[in-house]
Nanobody, 115 residues
Framework: VQLVESGGGLVQPGGSLRLSCAAS????????MNWHRQAPGKEREWVAA????????NYADSVKGRFTISRDNAKRTVNLQMNSLKPDDTAVYYC?????????WGQGTQVTVSS
């Protein structure tokens, strides 16, 4: 299983970024995918989730209405569109899946929201 995130960077408050996670090594369409984030000095927190077929989506209250999770099973990617970014969104963002009770993580991509 390999998960590779991309798309992070520096953005001003109110701006947007689109993160992507490329997956390989498992039957992608069969598994839910999640985005998590970890800010400096804080525990990793769950951000959003999408089921294998994309029919069920959930968000943390802190990002609801601003972030959109989506997936393209043909391309084996899961995306996170982040709008109206705030300084509190600054964190390393990770994609994640759980297969057979084991969690798999990417290496993360840094998102910094600052003026």
């Amino acid at each position: 299983v390999q998960l590779v995130e991309s798309g992070g960077g520096l953005v001003q408050p109110g701006g947007s970024l689109r993160l992507s996670c490329a997956a390989s090594g498992f039957t992608f369409s069969s598994y839910a995918m999640n985005w998590h984030r970890q800010a400096p000095g804080k525990e990793r927190e769950w951000v959003a989730a999408i089921t294998g077929a994309g029919g069920i989506i959930n968000y943390a209250d802190s990002v609801k209405g601003r972030f959109t999770i989506s997936r393209d099973n043909a391309k084996r990617t899961v995306n996170l569109q982040m709008n109206s970014l705030k300084p509190d969104d600054t964190a390393v963002y990770y994609c994640n899946t759980n297969i057979g009770g084991r969690n798999y993580w990417g290496q993360g991509t840094q998102v910094t929201v600052s003026s």
